[in-house]
């Protein structure tokens, strides 16, 4: 009988196991998300493709698609102590992408939004068709918010790479030091 009623009770948890999983989802917001950036995301973005590493890997491995990462650059902090030395953290990228740091907060600037069109354009060569991956980190909605955005702008061919370079490099993928493309006022 011990045995049967541990069967049950097993049973009874893998039917509840997956259920509570279901209630860990994070619903596709409405709009853009506006704060805390780092934290679990959707798995789907309405009008845009979503995709595993393999897809990813794929893509990259073809040269089909423009990658764009969108991971903010922290700024030199104000009112250093003179004399203090400001590194740079490096950033390290799927190889051949452009970097357009800060362009995936939930709101833009006018200047950050002209810098996001700007290379997008670049991205595409003018291309509404082009495919365009967009990526940061894992857990990171300024991947979702750009790609979102994209497709605000007309782009009809916008994936969406939740792992970003985390998962790229769990997969122990090529990853490359880069810089970011230069905006105007640099």
């Given at each position: 009988m011990s045995v049967r009623l541990a069967a049950a009770a097993l049973a009874g948890a893998l039917l509840i196991a997956p259920a509570a999983r279901a209630d860990d989802l994070v619903a596709e917001p409405d709009s853009y998300r506006i704060e805390n950036y780092r934290a679990p995301v959707p798995t789907t973005l309405n009008g845009a493709r979503v995709l595993s590493t393999q897809e990813t890997e794929a893509m990259w491995r073809?040269?089909?698609?423009?990658?764009?990462?969108?991971?903010?650059?922290?700024?030199?902090?104000?009112?250093?102590?003179?004399?203090?030395?400001?590194?740079?953290?490096?950033?390290?990228d799927i190889p051949g992408s452009i970097w357009l740091p800060d362009t995936g907060y939930g709101a833009l600037a006018p200047p950050t939004e002209a810098y996001l069109k700007r290379g997008l354009a670049q991205a595409s060569g003018g291309d509404f068709g082009s495919l365009l991956v967009f990526y940061c980190l894992e857990d990171c909605w300024m991947s979702w918010n750009a790609a979102r955005r994209a497709l605000t702008y007309g782009y009809r061919n916008v994936a969406w790479y939740p792992d970003g370079t985390d998962g790229w490099a769990r997969a122990n993928l090529p990853l490359q030091q880069t810089q970011p493309e230069p905006r105007p006022e640099e």
């Open positions: 073809a040269k089909s698609a423009a990658f764009i990462d969108v991971l903010p650059r922290a700024p030199k902090p104000k009112n250093l102590p003179a004399g203090t030395v400001w590194r740079v953290q490096p950033r390290l």
